[in-house]
């Protein structure tokens, strides 16, 4: 059975500091890799979406890697802001089935 | 465009009571999943849907609980009769096929009393 986890649990950082989030999965055998954000009280927020066969995904500020043979991926978050304050969940995807999630990273972005 | 809308958002219930949550996907997804969180268990997949039939129904805890999608625009979750322990927020996802980014509804947050 699949089984996701997310490093650190919580994480404090000053506004404008480069960040790295961490994930790691058991089985190698994932058809994609996806990374939401979510805010409190809210629903889930996609932010990138990595396919099996890709190494990296960008949007804006945010660049997700992938090494599957590993079992890692990792969320990159550059200059941070305060409004970049949420969980962070990473969820893998084997095939056309549901998500498997990780129990989130809880980020706080100092003024 | 509209996202994934759920309903109730909140709802409140006494032990043994039927509850009906329900879900509107958006339009043109042909796959919809419903998930439970909890604080214990994080985000947990229930039951998915493709073309509107159930394809793996492994995560639904219990047969209190049943799903049914009579249409590409209408699915409920039931959960008849309701305990404490069901308390929990019930999100609602749908991707254009599977395996592709899945979109998420706001949620209906449930107490069972």
């Known amino acids: 059975k699949q089984e996701v986890t997310q490093i650190p649990a919580a994480l404090s950082v000053p506004e404008g500091e480069n960040l790295v989030l961490n994930c790691s999965f058991t089985?190698?055998?994932?058809?994609?890799l996806q990374w939401f954000r979510q805010d409190p009280g809210k629903g889930l927020t996609s932010l990138l979406l990595i396919q099996s066969s890709q190494r990296e995904q960008t949007s804006g500020r945010l660049n997700a890697s992938l090494d599957k043979s590993s079992g890692r991926s990792t969320l990159y978050i550059a200059a941070s802001q305060p409004g970049d304050s949420a969980t962070y969940l990473c969820a893998v995807g084997e095939g056309a089935d549901g998500l498997t999630f990780g129990k989130g990273t809880h980020l706080i972005i100092q003024p | 465009d509209a996202g994934v809308i759920q309903s109730p958002r909140h709802e409140v219930t006494e032990m043994g009571q039927e509850v009906t949550l329900r879900c509107k996907p958006i339009?043109?997804?042909?796959?919809l999943f419903w998930y439970r969180q909890t604080m214990m268990r994080g985000l947990e997949l229930l039951i998915y849907?493709?073309?509107?039939?159930?394809?793996?129904d492994s995560g639904m805890p219990e047969d209190r609980f049943s799903a049914k999608m009579p249409n590409a625009s209408f699915s409920t979750l039931k959960i008849q009769p309701s305990e404490p322990r069901d308390s929990a927020v019930y999100f609602c996802?749908?991707?254009?096929?599977?395996?592709?980014?899945?979109?998420f509804g706001p949620g209906t947050r449930l107490l069972v009393l």
């Open positions: 996802a749908s991707s254009l096929q599977g395996g592709e980014t899945q979109y």
């Open positions: 849907f493709n073309n509107n039939v159930p394809i793996d």
């Open positions: 339009s043109g997804h042909n796959s």
């Open positions: 089985d190698s055998a994932i058809y994609n």
